[in-house]
Protein backbone atom coordinates (compact mmCIF):
# COMPACT_ATOMS: atom_id res chain seq x y z
CA UNK A 1 0.00 0.00 0.00
CA UNK A 2 2.81 2.19 0.83
CA UNK A 3 4.10 1.76 -2.75
CA UNK A 4 0.93 2.73 -3.94
CA UNK A 5 0.84 6.05 -2.33
CA UNK A 6 3.89 6.93 -3.25
CA UNK A 7 2.68 7.29 -7.30
CA UNK A 8 -0.73 8.04 -5.94
CA UNK A 9 -0.35 11.50 -8.26
CA UNK A 10 0.51 9.80 -11.76
CA UNK A 11 -2.28 7.73 -10.80
CA UNK A 12 -5.00 10.27 -11.02
CA UNK A 13 -4.06 11.72 -13.68
CA UNK A 14 -4.58 7.95 -15.24
CA UNK A 15 -7.71 6.69 -13.44
CA UNK A 16 -9.86 9.53 -15.51
CA UNK A 17 -9.53 7.04 -18.46
CA UNK A 18 -9.47 3.06 -18.70
CA UNK A 19 -7.57 3.74 -21.77
CA UNK A 20 -4.52 5.93 -21.11
CA UNK A 21 -5.02 3.34 -17.88
CA UNK A 22 -4.70 -0.21 -20.34
CA UNK A 23 -1.77 2.25 -22.59
CA UNK A 24 0.75 3.47 -20.03
CA UNK A 25 0.11 1.12 -16.88
CA UNK A 26 -0.40 -2.00 -18.64
CA UNK A 27 1.43 -1.29 -22.09
CA UNK A 28 -1.67 -2.16 -24.03
CA UNK A 29 -3.37 -0.18 -26.71
CA UNK A 30 -7.20 -1.23 -26.68
CA UNK A 31 -8.14 -1.63 -30.35
CA UNK A 32 -10.90 0.77 -31.04
CA UNK A 33 -14.29 -1.61 -30.70
CA UNK A 34 -12.87 -2.68 -27.43
CA UNK A 35 -12.56 1.14 -26.31
CA UNK A 36 -16.32 1.94 -26.52
CA UNK A 37 -17.32 -0.92 -24.85
CA UNK A 38 -14.81 -0.38 -21.98
CA UNK A 39 -15.66 3.28 -21.81
CA UNK A 40 -19.50 2.33 -21.74
CA UNK A 41 -19.01 -0.45 -18.55
CA UNK A 42 -17.06 2.12 -15.77
CA UNK A 43 -18.99 4.92 -17.03
CA UNK A 44 -22.11 3.07 -15.91
CA UNK A 45 -20.44 1.99 -12.76
CA UNK A 46 -18.58 5.04 -11.76
CA UNK A 47 -21.85 7.15 -12.37
CA UNK A 48 -24.16 4.44 -10.62
CA UNK A 49 -26.31 3.52 -13.84
CA UNK A 50 -26.89 -0.10 -13.17
CA UNK A 51 -26.73 -0.04 -17.25
CA UNK A 52 -27.58 -3.47 -18.71
CA UNK A 53 -24.99 -3.60 -21.18
CA UNK A 54 -24.25 -6.89 -23.61
CA UNK A 55 -21.08 -7.22 -25.64
CA UNK A 56 -21.05 -9.79 -28.20
CA UNK A 57 -17.76 -10.32 -30.02
CA UNK A 58 -16.49 -12.81 -32.40
CA UNK A 59 -14.24 -15.36 -31.68
CA UNK A 60 -10.33 -14.42 -30.71
CA UNK A 61 -11.05 -11.20 -30.99
CA UNK A 62 -9.74 -9.91 -27.60
CA UNK A 63 -12.89 -10.52 -25.27
CA UNK A 64 -11.38 -11.57 -22.58
CA UNK A 65 -7.90 -9.32 -22.96
CA UNK A 66 -10.50 -6.78 -22.51
CA UNK A 67 -12.62 -8.27 -19.75
CA UNK A 68 -9.20 -8.29 -17.63
CA UNK A 69 -7.93 -4.68 -18.50
CA UNK A 70 -11.41 -3.45 -17.31
CA UNK A 71 -11.52 -5.31 -13.64
CA UNK A 72 -7.79 -4.52 -13.05
CA UNK A 73 -8.96 -1.08 -13.90
CA UNK A 74 -11.94 -0.56 -11.40
CA UNK A 75 -10.05 -2.78 -8.86
CA UNK A 76 -7.56 0.56 -8.80
CA UNK A 77 -10.06 2.83 -9.05
CA UNK A 78 -12.04 1.57 -5.99
CA UNK A 79 -9.14 -0.01 -4.36
CA UNK A 80 -10.13 2.12 -1.24
CA UNK A 81 -14.11 1.53 -1.29
CA UNK A 82 -14.87 -1.47 0.03
CA UNK A 83 -16.00 -2.26 -3.89
CA UNK A 84 -17.06 -5.71 -5.10
CA UNK A 85 -17.43 -7.65 -8.12
CA UNK A 86 -18.52 -10.69 -9.47
CA UNK A 87 -17.93 -12.42 -12.58
CA UNK A 88 -19.83 -15.79 -13.69
CA UNK A 89 -18.61 -17.95 -16.47
CA UNK A 90 -20.20 -20.79 -17.18
CA UNK A 91 -17.92 -23.43 -15.50
CA UNK A 92 -15.75 -23.73 -12.94
CA UNK A 93 -12.89 -26.19 -15.04
CA UNK A 94 -11.83 -24.61 -17.53
CA UNK A 95 -13.67 -21.38 -17.62
CA UNK A 96 -13.45 -19.91 -14.43
CA UNK A 97 -9.53 -21.07 -13.75
CA UNK A 98 -9.01 -19.30 -17.35
CA UNK A 99 -10.60 -16.32 -16.48
CA UNK A 100 -8.37 -16.16 -12.81
CA UNK A 101 -5.21 -16.55 -14.53
CA UNK A 102 -5.55 -13.99 -17.36
CA UNK A 103 -6.69 -11.46 -14.22
CA UNK A 104 -3.65 -12.40 -12.71
CA UNK A 105 -1.50 -11.92 -15.66
CA UNK A 106 -2.97 -7.94 -15.59
CA UNK A 107 -2.63 -7.22 -12.46
CA UNK A 108 0.83 -8.71 -12.21
CA UNK A 109 2.09 -6.54 -15.69
CA UNK A 110 0.55 -4.00 -14.59
CA UNK A 111 2.84 -0.85 -13.04
CA UNK A 112 0.00 -0.07 -10.33
CA UNK A 113 -1.37 -3.01 -8.99
CA UNK A 114 1.47 -5.77 -9.54
CA UNK A 115 2.61 -5.19 -5.94
CA UNK A 116 -0.83 -4.93 -4.53
CA UNK A 117 -2.93 -7.55 -5.77
CA UNK A 118 -3.49 -10.93 -2.90
CA UNK A 119 -5.40 -13.58 -4.39
CA UNK A 120 -8.13 -14.60 -1.44
CA UNK A 121 -9.54 -18.57 -0.98
CA UNK A 122 -8.29 -19.59 -4.08
CA UNK A 123 -11.24 -17.56 -5.97
CA UNK A 124 -11.40 -13.25 -5.06
CA UNK A 125 -8.82 -11.00 -6.03
CA UNK A 126 -7.98 -8.13 -3.93
CA UNK A 127 -6.44 -4.32 -4.60
CA UNK A 128 -6.70 -2.46 -1.72
CA UNK A 129 -9.66 -2.96 -0.29
CA UNK A 130 -11.51 -4.01 -3.60
CA UNK A 131 -12.30 -7.39 -4.46
CA UNK A 132 -13.46 -9.54 -7.98
CA UNK A 133 -14.91 -13.17 -7.28
CA UNK A 134 -15.29 -15.57 -9.56
CA UNK A 135 -18.22 -18.20 -9.59
CA UNK A 136 -19.14 -20.87 -11.86
CA UNK A 137 -22.54 -20.92 -13.36
CA UNK A 138 -23.29 -24.40 -13.78
CA UNK A 139 -26.68 -25.61 -13.17
CA UNK A 140 -25.24 -27.32 -10.41
CA UNK A 141 -23.25 -24.65 -8.73
CA UNK A 142 -24.09 -23.42 -5.12
CA UNK A 143 -23.71 -19.55 -5.62
CA UNK A 144 -26.45 -18.15 -3.47
CA UNK A 145 -25.20 -15.26 -1.52
CA UNK A 146 -22.72 -14.00 -3.59
CA UNK A 147 -23.14 -9.86 -3.80
CA UNK A 148 -22.15 -7.09 -6.77
CA UNK A 149 -21.64 -4.20 -5.65
CA UNK A 150 -20.10 -3.09 -8.08
CA UNK A 151 -20.44 -5.00 -11.46
CA UNK A 152 -21.94 -7.82 -12.18
CA UNK A 153 -20.02 -9.95 -15.38
CA UNK A 154 -21.74 -13.25 -17.18
CA UNK A 155 -19.28 -14.31 -19.32
CA UNK A 156 -20.10 -16.49 -22.12
CA UNK A 157 -23.95 -15.58 -21.23
CA UNK A 158 -25.10 -17.38 -23.69
CA UNK A 159 -24.10 -20.71 -22.05
CA UNK A 160 -25.50 -19.94 -18.99
CA UNK A 161 -29.08 -20.88 -18.42
CA UNK A 162 -31.96 -18.69 -18.49
CA UNK A 163 -33.07 -20.08 -15.31
CA UNK A 164 -30.24 -20.70 -13.85
CA UNK A 165 -29.41 -16.43 -14.05
CA UNK A 166 -33.08 -15.83 -12.79
CA UNK A 167 -32.92 -17.50 -9.62
CA UNK A 168 -29.21 -17.82 -8.61
CA UNK A 169 -27.43 -15.01 -10.04
CA UNK A 170 -29.38 -11.78 -11.20
CA UNK A 171 -30.27 -11.06 -7.31
CA UNK A 172 -26.37 -10.48 -6.58
CA UNK A 173 -27.62 -7.23 -8.21
CA UNK A 174 -30.28 -5.93 -6.94
CA UNK A 175 -30.06 -4.50 -4.11
CA UNK A 176 -27.28 -2.02 -5.40
CA UNK A 177 -28.33 -2.04 -8.82
CA UNK A 178 -24.69 -2.73 -10.02
CA UNK A 179 -24.50 -2.36 -13.89
CA UNK A 180 -24.71 -5.80 -15.54
CA UNK A 181 -22.41 -6.94 -18.14
CA UNK A 182 -23.31 -9.99 -20.24
CA UNK A 183 -20.09 -11.02 -22.61
CA UNK A 184 -20.52 -13.70 -25.23
CA UNK A 185 -20.86 -14.75 -29.15
CA UNK A 186 -24.23 -15.46 -30.53
CA UNK A 187 -25.95 -18.58 -30.71
CA UNK A 188 -29.97 -18.94 -30.74
CA UNK A 189 -32.83 -16.59 -29.59
CA UNK A 190 -33.58 -18.26 -26.59
CA UNK A 191 -30.19 -18.17 -24.96
CA UNK A 192 -29.68 -15.49 -22.14
CA UNK A 193 -27.26 -13.41 -24.13
CA UNK A 194 -30.44 -13.12 -27.22
CA UNK A 195 -32.45 -12.35 -23.92
CA UNK A 196 -30.66 -9.52 -22.57
CA UNK A 197 -29.77 -8.28 -26.36
CA UNK A 198 -33.33 -7.67 -26.80
CA UNK A 199 -33.56 -6.08 -23.61
CA UNK A 200 -30.88 -3.89 -24.14
CA UNK A 201 -31.94 -2.55 -27.28
CA UNK A 202 -35.17 -1.91 -25.95
CA UNK A 203 -33.88 0.35 -23.35
CA UNK A 204 -32.05 1.94 -25.91
CA UNK A 205 -35.20 2.44 -28.13
CA UNK A 206 -36.43 3.91 -24.93
CA UNK A 207 -34.38 6.67 -24.66
CA UNK A 208 -34.82 7.97 -28.50
CA UNK A 209 -38.34 7.57 -28.36
CA UNK A 210 -38.38 9.82 -24.66
CA UNK A 211 -35.78 12.40 -26.48
CA UNK A 212 -32.93 11.29 -24.53
CA UNK A 213 -29.54 10.96 -25.32
CA UNK A 214 -29.26 7.10 -26.34
CA UNK A 215 -26.59 5.15 -24.31
CA UNK A 216 -25.47 2.58 -26.13
CA UNK A 217 -25.87 -0.50 -23.84
CA UNK A 218 -25.60 -3.05 -26.56
CA UNK A 219 -21.74 -3.95 -29.03
CA UNK A 220 -22.32 -6.02 -31.81
CA UNK A 221 -18.97 -6.94 -33.01
CA UNK A 222 -18.30 -8.42 -36.32
CA UNK A 223 -14.93 -10.07 -38.17
CA UNK A 224 -14.60 -7.68 -40.67
CA UNK A 225 -14.59 -5.35 -38.18
CA UNK A 226 -11.90 -6.66 -36.50
CA UNK A 227 -10.08 -7.36 -39.46
CA UNK A 228 -9.97 -3.87 -40.24
CA UNK A 229 -7.89 -3.25 -37.63
CA UNK A 230 -6.01 -6.75 -37.32
CA UNK A 231 -5.16 -8.02 -40.72
CA UNK A 232 -4.37 -11.00 -39.82
CA UNK A 233 -7.47 -11.97 -37.99
CA UNK A 234 -9.06 -11.44 -41.00
CA UNK A 235 -7.05 -14.32 -42.83
CA UNK A 236 -7.75 -16.60 -40.26
CA UNK A 237 -11.20 -15.82 -40.80
CA UNK A 238 -11.54 -16.34 -44.74
CA UNK A 239 -9.99 -19.67 -43.69
CA UNK A 240 -12.13 -20.20 -41.36
CA UNK A 241 -14.70 -19.75 -44.15
CA UNK A 242 -13.23 -21.90 -46.76
CA UNK A 243 -13.13 -24.92 -44.12
CA UNK A 244 -16.45 -24.60 -42.71
CA UNK A 245 -18.61 -22.35 -45.42
CA UNK A 246 -19.70 -18.81 -44.85
CA UNK A 247 -23.16 -19.85 -44.50
CA UNK A 248 -22.07 -22.94 -41.83
CA UNK A 249 -23.75 -22.28 -38.28
CA UNK A 250 -20.77 -21.65 -36.47
CA UNK A 251 -18.93 -19.32 -38.80
CA UNK A 252 -22.20 -17.15 -38.71
CA UNK A 253 -22.40 -17.44 -34.80
CA UNK A 254 -18.67 -17.36 -33.72
CA UNK A 255 -17.47 -15.06 -36.41
CA UNK A 256 -20.11 -12.94 -37.48
CA UNK A 257 -22.58 -12.59 -34.79
CA UNK A 258 -25.71 -13.69 -36.52
CA UNK A 259 -27.98 -15.42 -34.07
CA UNK A 260 -29.22 -18.90 -35.96
CA UNK A 261 -32.67 -19.74 -35.75
CA UNK A 262 -33.16 -22.76 -32.59
CA UNK A 263 -34.87 -24.82 -34.77
CA UNK A 264 -35.67 -24.81 -38.03
CA UNK A 265 -35.04 -26.79 -41.44
CA UNK A 266 -31.27 -28.29 -41.59
CA UNK A 267 -31.36 -28.57 -45.37
CA UNK A 268 -32.72 -25.54 -47.04
CA UNK A 269 -32.77 -24.80 -50.77
CA UNK A 270 -29.72 -22.94 -50.56
CA UNK A 271 -28.09 -26.07 -49.50
CA UNK A 272 -29.62 -28.83 -51.51
CA UNK A 273 -28.36 -27.34 -54.30
CA UNK A 274 -24.88 -27.45 -52.96
CA UNK A 275 -25.36 -31.34 -52.87
CA UNK A 276 -26.43 -31.57 -56.30
CA UNK A 277 -23.87 -33.18 -58.36
CA UNK A 278 -23.77 -33.25 -62.19
CA UNK A 279 -22.36 -37.00 -62.42
CA UNK A 280 -24.70 -39.94 -62.83
CA UNK A 281 -25.77 -42.84 -61.04
CA UNK A 282 -23.73 -46.16 -60.63
CA UNK A 283 -23.83 -50.04 -60.36
CA UNK A 284 -20.93 -50.89 -60.67
CA UNK A 285 -17.23 -49.80 -59.39
CA UNK A 286 -15.25 -47.29 -62.60
CA UNK A 287 -13.14 -49.51 -65.34
CA UNK A 288 -10.88 -46.06 -64.48
CA UNK A 289 -7.67 -46.74 -62.24
CA UNK A 290 -7.64 -45.35 -59.06
CA UNK A 291 -10.94 -45.15 -57.65
CA UNK A 292 -11.93 -45.42 -54.00
CA UNK A 293 -15.19 -46.40 -53.08
CA UNK A 294 -16.62 -46.97 -49.34
CA UNK A 295 -20.04 -47.74 -47.91
CA UNK A 296 -22.20 -46.02 -45.19
CA UNK A 297 -24.66 -48.02 -43.61
CA UNK A 298 -27.49 -46.93 -41.47
CA UNK A 299 -28.91 -49.88 -39.41
CA UNK A 300 -32.30 -50.08 -38.60
CA UNK A 301 -33.40 -48.15 -35.21
CA UNK A 302 -33.11 -50.19 -32.15
CA UNK A 303 -37.27 -49.77 -31.68
CA UNK A 304 -37.26 -52.48 -34.55
CA UNK A 305 -36.91 -55.47 -32.14
CA UNK A 306 -36.54 -58.72 -34.09
CA UNK A 307 -40.32 -60.96 -33.59
CA UNK A 308 -39.15 -63.59 -30.87
CA UNK A 309 -40.64 -66.49 -32.67
CA UNK A 310 -38.26 -66.48 -35.64
CA UNK A 311 -35.17 -67.71 -33.73
CA UNK A 312 -31.57 -66.91 -34.64
CA UNK A 313 -29.34 -68.26 -37.61
CA UNK A 314 -26.61 -70.14 -36.38
CA UNK A 315 -24.50 -70.20 -39.28
CA UNK A 316 -24.19 -66.15 -39.38
CA UNK A 317 -24.67 -65.74 -35.82
CA UNK A 318 -27.16 -62.96 -36.22
CA UNK A 319 -30.90 -62.91 -35.27
CA UNK A 320 -32.04 -63.96 -38.43
CA UNK A 321 -35.94 -62.70 -37.30
CA UNK A 322 -37.60 -60.31 -39.58
CA UNK A 323 -38.43 -57.24 -38.15
CA UNK A 324 -41.16 -56.52 -35.69
CA UNK A 325 -41.94 -53.10 -36.92
CA UNK A 326 -40.32 -53.00 -40.47
CA UNK A 327 -42.26 -50.33 -41.60
CA UNK A 328 -40.31 -47.96 -39.28
CA UNK A 329 -37.60 -47.78 -40.96
CA UNK A 330 -34.85 -49.25 -43.00
CA UNK A 331 -31.34 -50.41 -43.14
CA UNK A 332 -30.25 -47.96 -46.15
CA UNK A 333 -26.70 -48.19 -47.76
CA UNK A 334 -24.80 -45.35 -49.52
CA UNK A 335 -22.14 -45.68 -52.02
CA UNK A 336 -19.38 -43.09 -52.50
CA UNK A 337 -16.54 -42.57 -54.55
CA UNK A 338 -14.04 -40.43 -52.66
CA UNK A 339 -12.38 -38.59 -54.76
CA UNK A 340 -9.05 -37.13 -53.41
CA UNK A 341 -8.32 -33.98 -55.77
CA UNK A 342 -9.76 -31.56 -53.16
CA UNK A 343 -6.84 -32.70 -50.89
CA UNK A 344 -4.65 -30.43 -52.84
CA UNK A 345 -6.40 -27.40 -51.80
CA UNK A 346 -4.34 -25.75 -49.37
CA UNK A 347 -7.34 -24.85 -47.05
CA UNK A 348 -9.89 -28.27 -47.44
CA UNK A 349 -6.92 -30.73 -47.35
CA UNK A 350 -9.86 -33.10 -47.28
CA UNK A 351 -12.06 -35.46 -49.71
CA UNK A 352 -15.16 -35.29 -51.66
CA UNK A 353 -17.62 -37.42 -51.44
CA UNK A 354 -19.56 -38.73 -54.73
CA UNK A 355 -23.06 -40.78 -54.12
CA UNK A 356 -22.89 -43.22 -56.71
CA UNK A 357 -25.71 -45.36 -55.41
CA UNK A 358 -27.97 -46.54 -52.93
CA UNK A 359 -29.44 -49.62 -51.50
CA UNK A 360 -32.03 -49.78 -48.37
CA UNK A 361 -33.58 -53.17 -46.92
CA UNK A 362 -37.00 -53.30 -44.52
CA UNK A 363 -37.77 -56.01 -43.16
CA UNK A 364 -35.24 -58.65 -44.13
CA UNK A 365 -33.42 -61.65 -42.21
CA UNK A 366 -30.08 -60.57 -40.81
CA UNK A 367 -28.41 -62.92 -42.01
CA UNK A 368 -29.70 -61.68 -45.96
CA UNK A 369 -28.64 -57.77 -44.73
CA UNK A 370 -25.06 -59.90 -43.85
CA UNK A 371 -24.68 -61.50 -46.65
CA UNK A 372 -25.79 -58.91 -49.37
CA UNK A 373 -23.68 -56.13 -47.43
CA UNK A 374 -21.24 -58.19 -48.00
CA UNK A 375 -21.50 -58.85 -51.41
CA UNK A 376 -21.28 -55.16 -52.15
CA UNK A 377 -18.15 -54.50 -50.32
CA UNK A 378 -16.50 -57.25 -52.47
CA UNK A 379 -18.81 -55.53 -55.50
CA UNK A 380 -17.59 -52.29 -54.93
CA UNK A 381 -13.84 -53.20 -53.67
CA UNK A 382 -14.73 -51.05 -50.96
CA UNK A 383 -11.62 -49.41 -48.81
CA UNK A 384 -13.89 -48.63 -45.85
CA UNK A 385 -17.27 -49.46 -44.26
CA UNK A 386 -18.70 -46.82 -41.76
CA UNK A 387 -21.57 -48.94 -40.23
CA UNK A 388 -23.75 -47.45 -37.72
CA UNK A 389 -22.87 -50.50 -34.66
CA UNK A 390 -25.85 -48.81 -32.03
CA UNK A 391 -28.20 -51.09 -30.83
CA UNK A 392 -28.63 -54.14 -33.19
CA UNK A 393 -25.66 -52.71 -35.28
CA UNK A 394 -23.45 -53.96 -33.17
CA UNK A 395 -23.63 -57.79 -34.65
CA UNK A 396 -23.45 -56.79 -38.08
CA UNK A 397 -20.84 -54.31 -37.52
CA UNK A 398 -18.68 -57.06 -35.62
CA UNK A 399 -19.17 -59.87 -38.34
CA UNK A 400 -18.16 -57.85 -41.20
CA UNK A 401 -15.28 -56.56 -39.34
CA UNK A 402 -14.56 -60.37 -38.95
CA UNK A 403 -14.77 -60.60 -42.70
CA UNK A 404 -13.15 -58.22 -43.61
CA UNK A 405 -10.60 -56.59 -41.34
CA UNK A 406 -9.25 -53.03 -41.35
CA UNK A 407 -11.75 -51.86 -43.08
CA UNK A 408 -14.73 -51.30 -40.77
CA UNK A 409 -15.17 -48.05 -38.71
CA UNK A 410 -18.56 -48.70 -36.26
CA UNK A 411 -20.08 -45.29 -35.32
CA UNK A 412 -22.25 -45.40 -32.36
CA UNK A 413 -25.07 -43.06 -32.27
CA UNK A 414 -26.00 -41.22 -29.02
CA UNK A 415 -26.77 -37.79 -28.31
CA UNK A 416 -23.29 -36.25 -28.57
CA UNK A 417 -21.60 -38.42 -31.22
CA UNK A 418 -24.90 -37.87 -33.64
CA UNK A 419 -24.63 -34.16 -32.95
CA UNK A 420 -21.33 -34.21 -33.68
CA UNK A 421 -21.79 -35.67 -36.95
CA UNK A 422 -24.66 -32.87 -37.24
CA UNK A 423 -22.22 -30.50 -37.76
CA UNK A 424 -19.53 -32.14 -39.14
CA UNK A 425 -21.20 -33.28 -41.97
CA UNK A 426 -23.03 -29.60 -42.63
CA UNK A 427 -19.46 -28.59 -42.49
CA UNK A 428 -18.83 -30.82 -45.89
CA UNK A 429 -21.94 -29.77 -47.52
CA UNK A 430 -21.34 -26.48 -47.17
CA UNK A 431 -17.62 -26.26 -48.33
CA UNK A 432 -19.24 -28.38 -51.89
CA UNK A 433 -17.32 -31.72 -51.02
CA UNK A 434 -20.51 -33.77 -50.63
CA UNK A 435 -22.15 -33.99 -54.50
CA UNK A 436 -25.25 -36.70 -54.78
CA UNK A 437 -25.68 -38.23 -58.32
CA UNK A 438 -28.07 -36.57 -61.02
CA UNK A 439 -31.74 -37.00 -61.06
CA UNK A 440 -33.95 -36.09 -63.71
CA UNK A 441 -36.20 -32.81 -62.84
CA UNK A 442 -39.28 -34.96 -62.76
CA UNK A 443 -38.06 -37.07 -60.37
CA UNK A 444 -38.14 -36.76 -56.49
CA UNK A 445 -35.68 -39.52 -54.74
CA UNK A 446 -36.51 -40.37 -51.11
CA UNK A 447 -33.38 -39.22 -50.40
CA UNK A 448 -33.91 -35.39 -51.04
CA UNK A 449 -37.59 -36.15 -49.28
CA UNK A 450 -35.75 -36.79 -46.15
CA UNK A 451 -33.63 -33.81 -46.34
CA UNK A 452 -36.55 -31.35 -46.62
CA UNK A 453 -38.39 -33.08 -43.81
CA UNK A 454 -34.80 -32.91 -41.62
CA UNK A 455 -35.41 -30.72 -38.68
CA UNK A 456 -32.37 -29.39 -36.95
CA UNK A 457 -32.40 -27.56 -33.35
CA UNK A 458 -29.47 -25.87 -31.26
CA UNK A 459 -29.58 -26.37 -27.46
CA UNK A 460 -27.80 -24.32 -24.96
CA UNK A 461 -24.89 -25.10 -23.32
CA UNK A 462 -20.97 -24.80 -23.67
CA UNK A 463 -21.24 -27.81 -26.09
CA UNK A 464 -23.07 -26.58 -28.95
CA UNK A 465 -25.08 -29.95 -29.20
CA UNK A 466 -27.45 -30.28 -31.66
CA UNK A 467 -30.62 -32.36 -32.09
CA UNK A 468 -31.14 -33.41 -35.62
CA UNK A 469 -33.42 -35.53 -38.04
CA UNK A 470 -36.80 -36.13 -39.53
CA UNK A 471 -38.99 -35.80 -36.18
CA UNK A 472 -40.83 -38.96 -35.55
CA UNK A 473 -44.19 -39.61 -37.02
CA UNK A 474 -43.56 -37.34 -39.91
CA UNK A 475 -45.87 -37.99 -42.94
CA UNK A 476 -45.32 -36.21 -46.30
CA UNK A 477 -48.85 -36.50 -47.07
CA UNK A 478 -48.89 -35.50 -51.19
CA UNK A 479 -45.05 -35.05 -51.31
CA UNK A 480 -45.02 -38.58 -51.58
CA UNK A 481 -47.07 -39.13 -54.38
CA UNK A 482 -44.28 -38.33 -56.88
CA UNK A 483 -42.63 -41.76 -55.00
CA UNK A 484 -44.60 -45.14 -56.59
CA UNK A 485 -45.85 -46.35 -53.51
CA UNK A 486 -45.02 -44.12 -50.79
CA UNK A 487 -48.14 -41.55 -50.91
CA UNK A 488 -49.25 -41.73 -47.42
CA UNK A 489 -46.55 -43.42 -45.50
CA UNK A 490 -44.44 -41.90 -42.77
CA UNK A 491 -40.91 -40.30 -43.60
CA UNK A 492 -37.88 -41.50 -42.27
CA UNK A 493 -34.18 -40.12 -41.95
CA UNK A 494 -32.62 -43.22 -42.68
CA UNK A 495 -31.10 -42.28 -46.17
CA UNK A 496 -29.87 -38.46 -44.19
CA UNK A 497 -27.94 -40.70 -41.67
CA UNK A 498 -26.47 -42.95 -43.98
CA UNK A 499 -24.89 -40.19 -46.03
CA UNK A 500 -23.89 -38.24 -43.24
CA UNK A 501 -21.53 -40.81 -41.91
CA UNK A 502 -19.14 -39.65 -44.76
CA UNK A 503 -18.45 -37.24 -42.26
CA UNK A 504 -16.58 -39.99 -40.50
CA UNK A 505 -13.96 -40.47 -42.96
CA UNK A 506 -13.04 -36.95 -43.13
CA UNK A 507 -11.10 -37.87 -39.70
CA UNK A 508 -8.67 -40.34 -41.62
CA UNK A 509 -5.37 -39.64 -42.60
CA UNK A 510 -5.95 -39.53 -46.96
CA UNK A 511 -3.11 -39.26 -48.96
CA UNK A 512 -2.90 -38.70 -52.98
CA UNK A 513 -1.10 -42.25 -54.28
CA UNK A 514 -0.20 -43.60 -57.30
CA UNK A 515 -3.09 -45.22 -59.23
CA UNK A 516 -4.88 -48.53 -58.22
CA UNK A 517 -6.61 -51.16 -61.03
CA UNK A 518 -10.48 -51.72 -60.06
CA UNK A 519 -12.01 -55.03 -61.64
CA UNK A 520 -15.66 -54.25 -63.69
CA UNK A 521 -17.83 -56.31 -61.73
CA UNK A 522 -21.72 -57.59 -62.63
CA UNK A 523 -23.88 -56.36 -59.73
CA UNK A 524 -24.21 -59.38 -57.28
CA UNK A 525 -27.57 -58.53 -55.94
CA UNK A 526 -29.12 -59.20 -59.10
CA UNK A 527 -27.48 -62.18 -59.18
CA UNK A 528 -28.57 -63.31 -55.75
CA UNK A 529 -32.17 -62.57 -57.05
CA UNK A 530 -32.41 -64.64 -60.01
CA UNK A 531 -30.66 -67.62 -57.57
CA UNK A 532 -33.54 -66.98 -55.10
CA UNK A 533 -31.17 -66.18 -52.25
Not at 48 to 58: A, L, N, S
Not at 74 to 101: D, Y
Not at 370 to 396: N, P
Request: with cysteine; hydrophobic share 45%; charged share 25%.
Amino acid sequence: MNELLTYLPTLKSLVRDVRLFARHAAKLSLRSYQQSVALAIVESVIEGRGDTIVVMFPRQSGKNELQAQVESYLLMLFFMANAEIVKISPTWKPQSHNAMRRLERVLSKNFFTKFNWKKESGYIYRVGTARIFFLSGSQEANIVGATASTLLEVDEAQDVLVAKFDKDIAPMAASTNATRVFWGTAWNSRTLLARELRAAREAERRDALAGRPVRQRVFVITADEVAAEVPAYGKFVAEQIAKLGRDHPMVRTQYYSEEIDAEGGMFPARRLALMQGSHPRQTAPSAQPGRIYALLIDVAGEDEAMRADEGADAHVGLHAGSLANPRRDSTALTVVEVDLSSLKDPVLRAPTYRVVDRRSWIGVRHSTLYAQIRALVEHWVARHIVIDASGVGAGLASFLDRAFPNRVIPFVFNAATKSNLGWDFLTIVETGRFKDYATEESQRSAFNLQLSYCQMETLPGPDRRMKWGVPEGTSGGQDLDSLPGQAGKLIHDDWVLSAALCAVLDSLEWRISAPTAVIQAVDPLKQMDREGF
